[in-house]
């Protein structure tokens, strides 16, 4: 079955430091999200991308995150200049563009910045 | 503005005994409500969705939920729980049942069973 992954499953970054983690939506999907959970909160939306661009974001989503997608297959989530709150999992999702949009999501990336 | 409740962050049953995990959402307009589940080293995994066609929702794994909007609630469950059932169970709520469209999550209920 079709999954999204995610790479690194961990990385610790020092502060200021700059980070990208990755994701490789499902083949077919052509809308790609980006939400986080700090430890102990709530899964916290950041971003949709659609068509190359923003769809919707969060307030959470500052000008120190970006997104992308390089090439054909991966979408990366971009933090300039991380800070100790930005200390989170950090979960990749994809959906079809049709219908209701069900989103599939990754395994999670678990960002500690020191 | 939408937001999601779950009462209980962990809830504990045994083996075969029913489960019930509690979602309280707010909307100001008809939401579109989920459960996904979590298994440890994996990704959030879709259960079910209400998407307004029918109250009572059937998911997989034997679980279903029911949509009550004089409660405002979307209460997940299953009849008898099984070793395999403990994992971590997200609520969501969106505004649309449309691609693109942010989840509004709760804080999650971790679910143990006993044998």
């Known amino acids: 079955e079709p999954e999204v992954t995610q790479t690194p499953s961990h990385q610790v970054t020092q502060m200021g430091q700059e980070v990208i983690l990755r994701c490789v939506p499902i083949?077919?999907?052509?809308?790609f999200y980006w939400y986080r959970q700090i430890l102990g909160q709530k899964v916290e939306f950041l971003v949709s991308?659609?068509?190359?661009?923003?769809?919707?974001k969060s307030e959470i989503f500052d000008d120190q995150f970006s997104v992308e997608r390089p090439d054909g297959s991966n979408f990366t989530l971009k933090i300039r200049s991380t800070k100790l709150e930005d200390s989170a999992m950090y979960f990749c999702?994809?959906?079809?563009?049709?219908?209701?949009?069900?989103?599939?999501f990754g395994p999670g990336t678990r960002l500690l910045v020191l | 503005a939408q937001s999601v409740t779950q009462l209980g962050s962990h809830v504990s049953v045994s083996e075969g005994a029913l489960v019930l995990l509690r979602c309280n959402y707010s909307?100001?307009?008809?939401?579109?409500l989920f459960w996904y589940v979590q298994y440890p080293n994996q990704g959030l995994q879709l259960l079910l969705k209400?998407?307004?066609?029918?109250?009572l929702v059937k998911g997989i794994n034997g679980f279903e939920a029911e949509f009550k909007k004089s409660e405002t609630s979307f209460h997940l469950t299953k009849p008898s729980a099984h070793m395999s059932d403990a994992a971590e169970y997200f609520c969501?709520?969106?505004?649309?049942?449309?691609?693109?469209?942010?989840?509004?999550f709760g804080k999650g209920t971790t679910l143990s069973v006993s044998s």
């Open positions: 909307s100001s307009v008809p939401p579109y």
């Open positions: 969501a709520v969106s505004e649309f049942n449309q691609a693109g469209t942010a989840l509004i």
């Open positions: 209400y998407t307004s066609a029918a109250t």
């Open positions: 083949s077919n999907h052509l809308y």
């Open positions: 999702a994809s959906s079809e563009a049709r219908g209701g949009g069900t989103q599939y």
């Open positions: 991308f659609y068509n190359n661009e923003i769809s919707e």
